[in-house]
């Protein structure tokens, strides 16, 4: 196995990235072989894809079996070996009937079909080990010695981009937003990387147009949570349990939450959102539901001892899974991209064995002391108080925004983003997205005027909020986004992150402030490119970086 | 042995022991001490902690987890150090970071007691209601609980026969022995409704989850309980992997659970089950011989080596251990446990040479 993918990977004095036998995030060598064969496979998916619908045919289930495919690939989601075996022969099954169309369609317009190269004529093997012997064919390093580095540098940020691209896409999707635009974006990608393309140029050109293509996707994604929950309003949440019977919802996926408030109504049970599904409790289609009590613990790290000690089934509806510990292992289940071997596995959304776990688990026995948090504060939210924002800039009572966005993760440098928000002035404001708020969310950051110091703008999820609070304040003071008092300070761990970057970048966004680390798999010439052409900064020490900005806006 | 004192940042003193063989992380776990971790493999830092006194062996890591200051200012990792003497510890995090797990004692009624063949019980029983575990049977498939009879010296271990479940219930498959404390209550005291004291579960004889090789099943008498818990488990998974049971015993009339078996077959496909009976004084058409011989004959067969499950008596074990030692299949590819010829899984084999991690804080033998 070789991955390095995400933020966590295993860092040495001789390089990056996990080999061996076991990845840094518990992800074993043959899942991550069998994961890269998905992907190759995947890629002559895309070709043939991209092919047709130059020629106006598509292909609706083999473009979305492409956002599963990817979804199942990013850190922390599917670590189930045989699951990649089945997913490998789905897309084989999709690569030829999408062959066949572009014959036809190629046929119809009186074309002579191309023999694609690549990806496009390889053939998986029918078995687990034929397939593992494949994996080399499939590796993104394969040809690292010929291409050099920062052609596998930029073709690695091009892949990963378009992971993190079709995780947000088959979020919207799974909710009934789709984008053609998204697809034959994705298929373009997968075509470009099918070809094995040898030049800086056109994968450059390729990463941003993903960063535009995942604006789109962010836009739907936004338009699907919305569509079906309504518009996140400034919600009190408790972070405190309540007496009573139990369920635990992690991830991203708010139908799947949607569900299983259905399946408990009237039960007798609570339910409680993990980690990066808080933001829900803002909808307010789903915080109509009472027994949605709260939410509980913090960023998905820290899921192993928060799981042990929840006393209910928990469910993992999307990322960010870790290795399942003993006391828990029976009952936690995981459910649409998300697998582990030996966990239970909800596939098609009937959520009743959860229901019948939580009655036969013990609940917690009394309320703890309630405590809550505010969040809610999405672009409708931000830009409805928008003239007060506006007025208490002109008046010099804010003198800055941080937007500190972006995940959590185990590494110990990201304290800094604890003492970043915790550094910030009083009068300045703090606009957080994604995990690594849960570092600091909790603390009392006060209010400016009527105004909290701290808006929680939602999950990585609901970056396309920030971007759209952003480009409106811009609009509003007659400048560019780079001109005005904002920083933005980021922190990514796995591939959604990439994409977000992709579109920061793609939007003309600059100086933004990255870490905890750089990407291992962009070597020092492309860093280069990006601090030139985007200003791109790694982040230093909290309170220099809190001046330097401030100092920027001077 | 060594001792370890960890002192966490607010100021608790943690104390347990750790041998030279294992991470003080895994010794740790062994004491139902759970500090943090994530990766397990020196990568992420998070189970970084400082050494006060005492010397401790540290195993290759990332500079990013442990930075060379780091190392020089007194730190290692738990899950990358072992110990060479008694050591004090400092911990960068709270105590409540950790996480403890006592072993869960409950109590459970008799549902059924039913003769199976001449030799086996079949023991079900219901766990009560309990405030801190509610109704659920939460065990991994493949451990084993220890039964104690209220009031009385009266324990024994056995291993669980069916899977983790939400309506509380525990099946055991067990050997009536002549004389056997246990088996003299079971045959002539308990009735249904009977209250019995449930220790556990224990053990970490289950399935390597993340493992790609065929699973074979090789059991001896009621060392078919933990085969049967795993291979339904499978079946409620839809689990792919192939896989076979070669189940073995003595006389023909011992004979049971065989309607388990092919009711199996419904979720498990895939599964081949060879029934051995090594004196057939009687009519018999299945394999005469031992499990052992009957998977001797089946590993001669092309394909891949297969994992190997074993459970029953030590000679099974042995002799298992080297029909797959000849047919070169590797010794950390063999899971058993051993029973003592008393009643039950006694002797747990959790330190055999192929020792080596199922998941964060399980050894299986
Ligand atoms: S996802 Fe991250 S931690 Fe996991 S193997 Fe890849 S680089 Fe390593
Ligand atoms: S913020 Fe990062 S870690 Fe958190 S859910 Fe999003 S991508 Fe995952
Ligand atoms: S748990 Fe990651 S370094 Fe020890």
Redesign the interface.
Known sequence: MFCYQCEQTFRSDEGAGCAGTKGMCGKDAATADLQDVLLHVCEGLGQYLHHARALGATDAEGDRFLLFAFFTTLTNVNFNAARFVQLIAEAARLRDRARALYERAARAAAKIPENLPGAAVFVPASDMNGLLAQAGEAAIRKDAAIVGEDVIGLRSLVLYGLKGVCAYAHHARVLGEERPEIYAAVEHALDLLAREPKDIEPLLEEALALGRANFVAMEALDAANTGAFGTPQPTQVRVTPVKGKAILVSGHDLKDLHEILEATKDKGINVYTHGELLPAHAYPKLKAYPHLAGNYGGAWQDQQKEFADFPGPIVMTSNCLIEPQARYRGRIFTAGPVGWAGLRHIAEGDFSQVVQAALALPGFPEDVEEKTITIGFGRTAVLGVADKVIEAVKAGQIRHFFLVGGCDGAAPGRNYYSDFADEAPDDTVILTIGCGKYRFNKHDFGTIGELPRLLDMGQCNDAYSALVVATKLAEAFGVGVNELPLSLIVSWFEQKAAAVLLTLLALGVRNVRLGPTLPAFLTPALVNVLVEKFGIQPIGEAKADIAAALARAA | MFKVELLTRDGASIAFEADATQTLLEAAERASV?P????R?G????C?VTKVSGDAELLSC????LSEKERAAGDILLCRSRARSDLQLTATFDQT?I?S?PEPVRTARIVEIAPQGSTTLRLVLQYSD???????A???AGQYAELAVPGAPIKRSYSLANT?N???LLEFLIRIQPGGAFSGYLRETATAGAELIVHGPKGQFT?D??A?APRWFVAGGTGLAPALSMLR?MAE?A???PCRLFFGVNRVEELFALDAIEALRAGLPQLQATVCVWKPEVAWSGFAGTPSEALAKSLKEEG?RPDLYVCGPPALIAATNSVAAAAGIAQDRIFSEKFSPAEGPVEKSTEPPGRRHL????IVG
Do not use: I, K
């Not at chain 2, 998941?359 to 399980?362: E, H, R, S």
């Open positions: 759970y943090p971790s994530s990766c493999e990568g992420c830092g998070v970084r990332s500079s990013a987890a970071a996480g797990a309990d405030p801190t575990f509610g109704q659920a939460q065990f991994v983790p939400w309506d509380g399935l989850e993340s790609l488990q998974f689990d792919p992997h891949p998941w964060p804080g399980v």
